[in-house]
Nanobody, 120 residues
Framework: QVQVVASGGGLVQPGGSLRLSCTAS????????LGWYRQAPGKERELVAL???????KYADSVKDRFTASRDNAKNTVSLQMSSLKPEDTAEYFC??????????????WGLGTLVTVSS
């Protein structure tokens, strides 16, 4: 099993920046992707950034050129640097891990969310 714990949310003004961090633990060797999702009030959870092992990072169109996700495999962490934040970026942000476990492939887990509020 894999667990992920995110941190770094908070209140930020429009146009500001914020950095989220996440640490993965458990069956780290089984992870094949890390990333970030978010869920705004009244909306479905959506992918923000996906970082597959050895692959290119995929971003939601709404955050391209504003958000940068990165992984540190030595520390089992994934980060999300958010810039030029907009009120519509307000959401609960969830760290995400996809992993294989035994004969089970591409299991998914989301940790507890961290709230990001963009408001003046």
């Amino acid at each position: 099993q894999v667990q992920v714990v995110a941190s770094g949310g908070g209140l930020v003004q429009p146009g500001g920046s914020l950095r989220l961090s996440c640490t993965a633990s458990g069956a780290i060797f089984a992870i094949n992707a890390l990333g970030w999702y978010r869920q705004a009030p009244g909306k479905e959870r959506e992918l923000v950034a996906l970082l597959p092992n050895g692959g290119s990072t995929k971003y939601a169109d709404s955050v391209k050129d504003r958000f940068t996700a990165s992984r540190d495999n030595a520390k089992n962490t994934v980060s999300l640097q958010m810039s030029s934040l907009k009120p519509e970026d307000t959401a609960e942000y969830f760290c995400y891990a996809r992993y294989n476990y035994g004969h089970l492939k591409n299991l998914e887990t989301w940790g507890l969310g961290t709230l990001v509020t963009v408001s003046s």
